[in-house]
């Protein structure tokens, strides 16, 4: 196989939009399902998952621990058979030709895959000739990762040396090693301190520009808005919720701008009858000290909202914009929090 | 077939990598039958007289039946290191990759072959020095059929590990199932010294014949019985066992 150059990627980002729906599905897949059958007798892990990736997109997978991530990302990578359902992964019918899917592909799983033992070099360079690089390619091209990650401090040491962030550094490199036209992350930053996380996302963000498709998994909200251009929700092997981070934030929870008003004089009747009749509001709450408007697009309609009130002379002491969780996304659709399914997310 | 044989030469490099850096197993591996050696193989001098005792020097009797021993004990550990891969998570991720799965199974019996022949040297050489006389075509045949039964060994225990996951299961499975081989093969005491019922039953014990075929070679009679039973059993079983083992890395999961 031969070395995709990093211009071949731009060239078929530019050809298609990222995440646009005209964009090519890059992994496609309807009703599939895994039973696993133990002692205990059988668990369904996944449940009829329908899922479109586009090409160019930074796809997210969120839900928590247990729900199917992992179990449907190693049917995608070839690891595990489906008990059912069909896929495909860059075109290729996933049952009948996974070597061909293994070529285009690269994978980061949660614990990652380096050889303790071996450095992160050595590592790397059994990654790139395992693809079918020549001795020379893969060198040039580990040098090339050790670099751009930073790795320089300690590539050739022993990789059971590593801290967490480092090593998943290099588990990063080995899953771009081959220049994979799709990247699957598993819990790319489980575990890992705050820096190591911002790192690990900046480079996330440096493969999308470069035209990478990537798939992730993950049970951390802010990884899932921050950095997904859409996402699909997953509870109990199912798929709850699909869309971009905005849109299922705006259609299921809406903002809530909270207004603190004198209550000596009657602004907050004044306020509720100005407000009932706007169209972005969908319902006004009085509190203890003011009222609270529950709206669409919260950061674009405060501004009139302040301009209304303020033309008819409302005194506004205080304003708050409070903007939707996915956590809110969550609860609504499983009736759960996914801050408690996790224990402490 | 050229990939087969890049990435075995591929996952060699990787896996001597990893052992070079852990040389202690090695020494461990040798320990054994250099205690059984210095130890116990005196012991036997004095029954050389006995009715019962094969021909040949007690060194002459012993050494090669040892030298089986390490192929199935030393080997019959072979897959910690296959264990110790799948909880790195380096077999998933090799999974992943267009890897010959065959090569995967080839590069570790590389390493444990290297290490196993350098471990039979060792032993060849402590031996000569206590009086081991082999015939030199003998034991060259004879470190043909130690490394074959040495990687049929090998491969059982990459299988096994794989699919017990876990390393007190693969100790206590080995000891389990390959004690009573051990036992009943010859190599602690020669079996024409056994009641004819443990005779019988050492029949069905593939490593009975390596055993025999290991005196046999020693003492240079080549076309033994013994030593033809011995290639095609222990040759058939290295298909079968190189068979269950790639297939086991196939879909090896944690």
Redesign the interface.
Known sequence: ?RVDTLSQLHTSADATNSGSPHATALIKTKGLVRTFKSRKGTVEAVRGVDLEVREGEIFGFLGPNGAGKTTTM?IL????PASGGTATVCGLDLRRDP?KV??Q?G?V??????????TGR?NLL??G????MSAKEARQRATELVTRLDMDDFADR?VKTYSGGQKRRLDVA?GIMHHPRLLFLDEPTTGLDPQSRARIWDEVRALHDQGMTIFLTTHYMDEADGLCNRLAIIDHGQIVSQGSPETLKQEIAGDIISLGLDMQSNAVEQATSLMRERPFVREIQPTADGVQLYVSQGETVLPEVMRTLDAQHIAIRSVMLARPTLDDVFLRRTGRSLRESNGNS | MGKVLR?SW?MF??QF??SK??PVWVFIGLFQPICYMLLFAPLLKSLVGVPGFPPGGAYNIFTPGLMVMMAIFGAGFAGFNIIG?LR????????????SRIAMIFGSLAVDGLLFMIQIALLLVVGLILGFRPRVGGMALLAVLLFITGMTMACFSYALALLVKDEGGLAASVNLLVLPLVLLSGIMLPLTLAPELLRNIAKFNPFTYAVDASRALVAGDFGADSVVKAFIIIGVLAILTIYWATRSIRQA?M
């Open positions: 196989m190693r990578t070839t690891l595990m070597a293994r070529r592909i994978y799983s949660q614990v990652g895959g380096a050889e303790p033992m071996e050595e059994l990654q000739r395992v693809y079918g022993l080995l | 990435d591929l490099k990787s990598n990893v850096r852990n891969r790195s998570g380096f077999i998933e991720r090799m999974r992943v990759t267009p890897v999961a």
